[in-house]
């Protein structure tokens, strides 16, 4: 039983109201079965994502594996990542390093140098 899913955020910790004998956050949010999933720190972290809408603006399409330094977080910083096309407005994106806290929803940006190169909205993320 929780509050509503529009009061959890992936990577949340306070606020469960849950007693565990080591820390609990939020994992992810199945809307469709009105379920907050939880588990420990360490289940946060992800090496991957798939964003769709993606706008690229310098040019009209990726021709290939292009390395970027990838946002998927506000107060983060930029990481070091593979942008792969998958066809249409849709991309994958893989990390050098694991990154804590990717939420589908939520929008990831890529860069080249001090160049934007644009984003999309991150589909799922493992």
Do not use: C, W
């Amino acid at each position: 039983k929780h509050k509503g899913l529009p009061f959890y955020t992936i990577g949340q910790r306070k606020g469960l109201g849950l007693a565990h004998p080591t820390p609990l956050y939020v994992l992810g949010l199945r809307p469709e079965e009105n379920i907050v999933v939880v588990g420990e720190e360490r289940s946060l972290y992800k090496t991957e994502l798939v964003a769709s809408g993606v706008n690229l603006i310098p040019f009209d399409s990726l021709k290939g594996k292009t390395r970027v330094r990838a946002k998927v977080r506000y107060k983060v910083k930029e990481a070091e990542a593979m942008l792969i096309p998958l066809g249409g407005d849709r991309v994958k994106v893989e990390f050098s390093t694991p990154q804590r806290a990717i939420a589908p929803g939520q929008s990831a940006v890529f860069y080249q140098d001090d160049i934007l190169l644009g984003g999309g909205v991150i589909e799922s993320a493992k």
